[in-house]
């Protein structure tokens, strides 16, 4: 059975700095997302990582995959306010049903 | 507007009751999943359908139930409800598009709030 773990499951942090939320995952995988909730609303998609090594930035986001680690980050630079929200990642099986795992979340807080 | 649309938005009844929950998803996607949303939790899969049939379930409680009709909406019933069952209750949806992967496209979900 596919698990993710995330970590830290919550994060305060001050603007202006930079931090990384790490996505564990337990079986072999090359597709793994990244989404974004904002409280009470839905989930957004941030990032789609699609084999080992992809990298994307969006602003001050970046992600990460690792394949061989089985690991997936999440890097913020330079935090601001507008970025407090859960982050998720999730994780497709390599083979047959596409249901993502999701991991338990990331909830950041950006102090002013 | 992600194209995964959802009704209601919000939901107040009583214990012991039975609602209906819609899910329309993005035109050209065959999968729908529902997750539940309870405060300050993590996303907790219920059950898949694939065109029309169960794909995969989840921790669906034996009160929950859901189906996929021909034209793809889905609709997730739940019945005997109680104050536990308050929660946000997302649907989903995907289909395989060239070199992206799946991913998931989620509708604006149904708060229900039993009382």
């Known amino acids: 059975e596919l698990k993710v773990e995330q970590n830290p499951l919550f994060l305060s942090m001050q603007e202006g700095k930079n931090y990384t939320i790490y996505c564990n995952y337990s079986?072999?995988?090359?597709?793994l997302y990244w989404y974004r909730q904002d409280p009470g609303k839905s989930l957004e998609s941030l990032f789609v990582?699609?084999?080992?090594?992809a990298v994307k930035q969006e602003g001050r986001l970046m992600a990460s995959l690792d394949t061989k680690a089985r690991l997936s980050t999440l890097h913020i630079t330079a935090a601001v306010h507008d970025l407090s929200a859960t982050y998720f990642c999730?994780?497709?099986?390599?083979?047959?049903?596409?249901?993502?795992?999701f991991g338990t979340g990331t909830r950041l807080t950006i102090i002013p | 507007d992600s194209g995964v649309t959802q009704t209601p938005k919000h939901l107040i009844t009583a214990t012991g009751q039975r609602v209906t929950l819609r899910c329309s998803p993005r035109?050209?996607?065959?999968?729908v999943y529902w997750y539940q949303q309870s405060l300050d939790q993590g996303l907790q899969f219920l059950i898949q359908?694939?065109?029309?049939?169960?794909?995969a379930k989840g921790n669906i409680l034996e009160r929950f139930s859901a189906q996929q009709f021909p034209d793809l909406h889905s609709e997730l019933n739940l019945s005997s409800l109680e104050l536990g069952d308050s929660a946000l209750y997302f649907c989903?949806?995907?289909?395989?598009?060239?070199?992206?992967?799946?991913?998931?496209?989620f509708g604006s979900g149904t708060r229900l709030t039993v009382v």
């Open positions: 989903a949806s995907s289909s395989r598009l060239a070199g992206l992967g799946y991913g998931y496209t």
């Open positions: 079986t072999t995988s090359d597709r």
């Open positions: 990582l699609l084999s080992n090594g």
């Open positions: 999730a994780v497709e099986p390599p083979f047959g049903n596409e249901k993502l795992t």
């Open positions: 035109s050209g996607d065959l999968s």
């Open positions: 359908y694939y065109n029309g049939e169960e794909r």
